[in-house]
Structures are given as structure tokens and as C-alpha cells.
């Protein structure tokens, strides 16, 4: 299973300590960015928000050093079906910003950095 993402939605998933507080670490993890394989060794707060990520494969492993069922792909589908926020980058003109921000405050959004 194969699951795409923007980096701001895959950095908001895997910086949520709430969501993560059973699970140890991912291992056998393939995330891609751009195209480009991440190195498992460069920080995932690195990735570009605007950035268009895959992840592929992955397992979980809680904090007995037990390997769960659950797929990395899994956990973070469930993350996504459990939160109450769409992240949407958007590309608007800049003589129309003051307007999206009038829009984004009116139904109860706001404009991520």
C-alpha cells in the first residue's frame, strides 16, 4: 500500500506525540519526497511543507520492542480519518491574500507556516 501526502500533513502525522505516545519507531520504512528517496538519517521536520510525500511500507514497533500488525501506511490513514482538519496548500495571487485570510478566518481555518 502506498499513501501520498503533502510534507506539512506528513510532518503534522509524525510530530503528533498524542497519536504516537504507543508506538516506539518506525523500521523498514521508505519515505519519498519529490521522487526522492528521504535519508532515514536527515530530521522529517527537514521536509518541505509544499512537498508531495509517499510513504511506503513500513512497521510499527511499541515500546516493548514488539512489532505491531498495524502498517506505517495504516497508522497514518487512521491519523487522517481521525482528524477534524484538511490541509490544503493553496496558490492564490498575492493581490488576493488579504481576502483568503478573511475567508480562512470566517470558517475557522488558518494559514500554516
Do not use: Q
Amino acid at each position: 500500500m502506498v499513501v501520498k501526502t503533502t510534507g506539512l500533513e506528513f510532518k503534522r502525522f509524525y510530530f503528533d506525540e498524542a497519536y504516537w505516545k504507543d508506538i516506539d519507531y518506525v523500521d523498514d520504512d521508505l519515505i519519498m519526497v519529490d521522487g526522492v528517496e528521504w535519508d532515514p538519517d536527515r530530521e522529517k521536520e527537514d521536509i518541505p511543507n509544499e512537498s508531495k510525500v509517499v510513504i511506503e511500507g513500513g512497521y510499527l514497533v511499541d515500546h516493548s520492542g514488539e512489532r505491531l500488525s498495524e502498517s506505517f501506511e495504516a497508522f497514518f490513514k487512521k491519523w487522517k480519518k481521525l482528524s477534524n482538519r484538511k490541509i490544503l496548500i493553496v496558490s492564490i495571487p498575492k493581490d488576493r491574500e488579504s481576502r483568503l485570510k478573511e475567508l480562512l478566518k470566517e470558517v475557522g481555518g488558518k494559514i500554516e507556516n
